[in-house]
């Protein structure tokens, strides 16, 4: 029972971080837009000074 258990932690731990391989590089694109967006704002404030 104990290494049924074990086993069904591993394998779910393990789909876990295959998600997370996955949606990490989407968050960080949005990101980097969202970034480039604050940046396109803030020279558009300053640009007539």
């Known amino acids: ?5 074990v086993r ?4 779910s731990l ?3 971080q295959q998600q997370q391989s996955i949606i990490n590089p ?3 694109a ?3 837009v969202e ?4 940046v396109e ?7 007539h000074l």
């Open 35 to 38: 970034l480039k967006s604050y």
């Open 14 to 16: 393990a789909q876990q």
């Open 8 to 11: 069904h932690h591993a394998l």
């Open 30 to 32: 949005t990101k980097d």
């Open 26 to 28: 989407a968050y960080l």
């Open 41 to 47: 704002i803030a020279k558009r404030a300053i640009a």
């Open 1 to 5: 029972m104990i290494a049924i258990t």
